[in-house]
């Protein structure tokens, strides 16, 4: 009884024990388990000195002694580890706080040294003449496309623009790695996925003109392209609205069996909604197969990163969430391809997220309403247009493998330049829509306040011709 007594006064002091004893004393053939005694004996209410209750206890006291010394062996073994949902835990005794940021930064993948040379150590493939030239032709028509459309709204012949200006590289290296059946949902920045998807220059002048050729019927602002055949979500304006809307897209895809995956792009800013990290959960807890496509230019609009979050940039919040992820260099074609194309294929085969941050620079402006000299010094801006400009240590590495030279470049230019010049004409002289396209679209039957507002405006309009821009068919 001594033996049992020292053995319960140890044991009761585990959290969980006491129901442990209780039902291994009370749960024989003998009392079924009966939760009056196993209750009252909880209590010390039951009468301890009955001769059949005593006889019990020391014949089940002598029956478990070696049960549980071998538990105390055991418990003392495992007492450092807790088997929690999501695994097990080790237990420490050393109460030591995880650092908000460690001082060694997450490494940058790249293939690129600042000489434009490929690193030695490099296990890239290298890619194929052909898909190389490929590669540098769509950047450089990028580059055009943003130059001549910009000086179009200056000419006020579009209200609005938006250009991709140093971020080259992440547009074309990204949509050259994935296939044409993976879905895009892109933010505002990344017109070059369409470019390369096929995208004609007439099409984006259609978008920026808002004429009758216009996929969206003149209803969005320039610059939010959409393409149901290129598999390119249109954009919206609103910060990070397509991230959670990604992993949506993508976990259709996984039911469906299909092999691809979605891909959505954003910045550093939209990083900073509640769409991001909602997102990032949702795709890491269903294991949906997309790609976070994080272009860390360092600016959201006037505000930098040091104003936004004082974690080791972006890369270190996917691992927070249970996503593989990879900071990569988003100034070197090469990473950025080889990168996009590995993170397919885990996405893909394994049917998991993947995160990468491309760390870059925006060049330009924020849009055609923003002077970033207001926020930013111009010596910054020209180093990374000069110095770390991708286009530019693209072309040295081509151009180096005999691949590209000076009489190449001016072709591509002038043919570049023709066509664009060429897609603005055509653009301006076509009709704009339908005014009655206004109330279509969005009820199979309009209903009577909208059928309203089409007849008014249409009186409004014969009245008034002179305040409305000609063109319009009413």
Aim: proline share 4%.
């Amino acid at each position: 009884m001594a033996i049992w007594l020292q053995k319960s006064r140890s044991a009761l002091t585990r959290p969980g024990l006491p129901d442990i004893l209780n039902r291994r004393i009370f749960c024989g053939s003998l009392y079924h388990c009966n939760p009056y005694i196993t209750s009252t004996f909880s209590r010390n209410e039951y009468p301890l000195h009955s001769s059949f209750l005593g006889h019990s206890l020391r014949f089940r006291a002598s029956q478990h002694s070696k049960a549980l010394q071998q538990e105390d062996q055991d418990y003392s073994v495992n007492d450092q580890d807790w088997d929690f949902p999501g695994g097990q835990v080790p237990f420490t005794t050393d109460m030591k706080f995880i650092a908000g940021s460690s001082k060694d930064r997450i490494h940058c993948y790249r293939i690129l040294d600042n000489s434009d040379h490929q690193i030695l150590s490099s296990n890239s493939e290298l890619i194929s003449k052909e898909l190389a030239v490929k590669l540098y032709s769509n950047m450089v028509t990028l580059q055009m496309l943003d130059t001549i459309f910009n000086e179009a709204q200056r000419q006020g012949r579009i209200s609005f623009y938006l250009t991709s200006n140093g971020e080259e590289a992440i547009n074309i290296a990204s949509a050259a790695a994935l296939s044409n059946d993976d879905v895009i949902l892109p933010q505002y920045r990344e017109h070059g996925v369409l470019l390369w998807r096929g995208f004609s220059l007439q099409e984006f002048a259609n978008q920026c003109f808002g004429n009758r050729a216009d996929y969206g019927k003149g209803r969005q602002m320039p610059v939010h392209y959409g393409s149901n055949k290129l598999n390119y979500i249109t954009v919206s304006s609103p910060l990070a609205t397509q991230i959670p809307q990604a992993v949506g897209v993508a976990y259709s895809l996984k039911m469906e069996k299909k092999d691809a995956c979605a891909v959505t792009y954003f910045g550093d800013g939209s990083t900073s909604e509640g769409d991001f990290h909602a997102g990032l959960n949702f795709a890491a807890v269903l294991e949906a197969p997309v790609i976070f496509f994080c272009r860390n230019n360092g600016w959201a609009i006037s505000t930098p990163t040091t104003d936004q979050f004082r974690s080791d940039g972006i890369v270190a919040k996917g691992q927070a969430y249970g996503i593989p992820s990879i900071r990569v260099d988003g100034n070197d074609v090469l990473a950025v391809y080889d990168a996009v194309r590995e993170a397919r294929e885990m996405a893909v085969r394994e049917q998991r997220p993947v995160l990468i941050e491309a760390l870059t620079y925006r060049v330009g402006h924020h849009s055609t309403s923003d002077d970033s000299t207001k926020y930013r010094a111009i010596k910054e801006i020209q180093h990374w247009k000069t110095a770390r400009n991708p286009i530019s240590r693209y072309r040295n590495w081509v151009e180096r493998n005999g691949w590209w030279n000076e009489e190449q470049e001016s072709e591509l230019r002038r043919s570049v330049r023709e066509q664009l010049m060429n897609a603005i004409q055509v653009a301006e002289q076509l009709d704009k829509p339908l005014l009655t396209d206004l109330f279509t679209d969005v009820y199979h039957d309009m209903p009577s306040n909208l059928k309203e507002q089409e007849r008014s405006l249409g009186e409004t309009i014969h009245k008034h011709p002179q305040d409305y821009p000609s063109g319009f068919a009413v």
